[in-house]
């Protein structure tokens, strides 16, 4: 067994694992898998939706979640409506 396949922060994909490159995104992965609701905050690029989605789509392939549903503001972050 390899060692990601324990590591709470390390998400299966069909490509190969993906593993938070610091502490936080490890933090972000193991809060993603542990909790029902987690909110990511951070300046962009830093990799919130990448992770998110990469949890999302591995949650559907293995049977815990029949659909994704993915929102978005209809005003971006910042930006006064």
Not at 50 to 64: K, N, P, S
Not at 74 to 80: D, F, I, Q, R, T
Request: glycine letters at 12%.
């Amino acid at each position: 067994m390899e060692r990601a396949a324990v590591d709470e922060s390390a998400v299966r994909t069909e490509r190969g694992w993906i593993r938070g490159r610091g502490a936080s995104q490890a933090e972000y992965v193991r809060n993603i898998r542990q909790h029902d609701l987690t909110f990511g905050v951070g300046p962009a690029g830093t990799g919130k939706t990448y992770l998110a989605v990469a949890m999302a789509l591995t949650t559907l392939r293995e049977g815990q979640v029949s659909r994704i549903i993915l929102t978005r503001p209809a005003v971006e972050a910042g930006e006064a409506l």
